[in-house]
Nanobody
Framework: QVQVVESGGGLVQPGGSLRLSCAAS????????MEWYRQAPGKQRELVAS???????NYADSVKGRFTISSDNAKKTVYLQMNRLKFEDTAVYYC???????????????WGQGTQVTVSS
C-alpha cells in the first residue's frame, strides 16, 4: 500500500514563511512527479507547484517568485517553501504523488489528507 502524508501547515502572519513537507511511503517502484495543490473555502482545487523526477518544476502564476518546490528522491519527499505569504494563500494544501507500485502497473495519483495553511494577522 502507498501512503502520502503532508506536514508543516499552520498559522502565519502575512509576509511570513512556512515549509510544507510531503512523504510518500509503501510499495513504490517509481515516482514520476509530485505536486502541491490547494483548495480555499468555496473554490476549486488548484495546482500550486509540481516537480518531476528530472527536477523540472512548474508553478502557478500566483506563487511564482514566492514559493519553491524541491524534492529528495531518496526519501521520496517533496517540500514547498512558502515565503512572503499573503491572505489569499490561506487554503488546505494537498500533496499528490504520480507513481507506480511496480513495473507492471500504470502510474496513478495518490493523494494526501491535506494540511491547513492560514495566513492571518
Amino acid at each position: 500500500q502507498v501512503q502520502v502524508v503532508e506536514s508543516g501547515g499552520g498559522l502565519v502572519q502575512p509576509g511570513g514563511s512556512l515549509r510544507l513537507s510531503c512523504a510518500a511511503s509503501g510499495t513504490i517502484d517509481n515516482i514520476y512527479a509530485m505536486e502541491w495543490y490547494r483548495q480555499a473555502p468555496g473554490k476549486q482545487r488548484e495546482l500550486v507547484a509540481s516537480i518531476n523526477s528530472g527536477g523540472i518544476t512548474n508553478y502557478a502564476d500566483s506563487v511564482k517568485g514566492r514559493f519553491t518546490i524541491s524534492s529528495d528522491n531518496a526519501k521520496k519527499t517533496v517540500y514547498l517553501q512558502m515565503n512572503r505569504l499573503k491572505f489569499e494563500d490561506t487554503a488546505v494544501y494537498y500533496c499528490n504523488a504520480d507513481l507506480r507500485v511496480s513495473r507492471q502497473s500504470d502510474y496513478r495519483d495518490y493523494w494526501g489528507q491535506g494540511t491547513q495553511v492560514t495566513v492571518s494577522s
